[in-house]
């Protein structure tokens, strides 16, 4: 298995719901990522996960809450989204690699992503 | 932030042409990654190039690293109307875990 799913594919919700979105990988990958991509633009990285605990918050606001309760499960918990918070998200993994010594920062594996639209 | 720039923002050739994408980044790096994303799904890794290497090929895809210059380009010989879509370049700084990605070319081939 070398996909990582993400589900809901699309979501819509209001400013005042509560939702998540979900992130599975079966390759023993032990980093897992979280982007924010806006229409014709790049990915913006908001959280890593290596190991299971949280290593990178791009500063991202606190209405976003990730959580990785085991080694092949993300999730991003949602509240009280503002519209400008419509974008895809994308998860992603990486098997961390070794080249001798040194950490090796190897290619990252992306699902296809849930369109988020906020009313 | 970005790190990568592309060059040139769009794209549009005809089947068979070659297709150059140039990319320049800020800091040191410890390797540039190259993706693809066909519109509005995820993203799909092309070739990933270390930043003691120079060349790097993958199939129709050739991969150049010129770490003095801070630059790197991607090169799809004999494209296909199946290229269409948008690259990226990525890097990940030195000291750093984080994939920062450039703005992207969007490459259209037109059959």
């Known amino acids: 298995d070398t996909e990582v799913t993400q589900t809901p594919k699309h979501l819509v919700m209001g400013m005042t719901n509560k939702k998540s979105l979900k992130c599975e990988q079966h390759?023993?990958?032990?980093?897992m990522y979280w982007y924010k991509q806006k229409a014709k633009k790049p990915p913006e990285l908001m959280f890593v996960?290596?190991?299971?605990?949280?290593?990178i918050n791009e500063s991202v606001p606190s209405r976003f809450s990730p959580e990785c309760p085991n080694s092949s499960l993300l999730n991003l918990h949602l509240h009280a989204l503002q519209p400008e918070d419509s974008a895809l998200y994308l998860c992603?993994?990486?098997?961390?690699?070794?080249?001798?010594?040194?950490?090796?920062?190897?290619?990252?594996?992306f699902g296809p992503g849930t369109r988020l639209t906020v009313l | 932030s970005q790190q990568g720039e592309e060059d040139p923002q769009a794209l549009s050739i005809q089947e068979g042409e070659n297709a150059t994408m140039n990319c320049s980044y800020k800091t040191s790096i410890n390797n540039l990654q190259w993706y693809r994303q066909n519109s509005g799904r995820g993203l799909v890794h092309l070739i990933l190039?270390?930043?003691?290497?120079r060349e790097k090929h993958s199939g129709r895809l050739r991969v150049t690293l010129d770490t003095s210059k801070k630059s790197s380009s991607l090169l799809i010989t004999a494209s296909r109307a199946a290229d269409t879509a948008s690259y990226f370049c990525?890097?990940?700084?030195?000291?750093?875990?984080?994939?920062?990605f450039g703005k992207g070319t969007k490459l259209t081939v037109n059959p």
């Open positions: 996960y290596s190991y299971e605990k949280l290593s």
């Open positions: 990525a890097t990940i700084p030195q000291g750093t875990e984080k994939l920062v």
């Open positions: 390759m023993g990958h032990r980093a």
């Open positions: 190039i270390r930043s003691n290497e």
């Open positions: 992603a993994s990486r098997l961390r690699g070794w080249a001798g010594l040194e950490v090796f920062y190897n290619e990252q594996f």
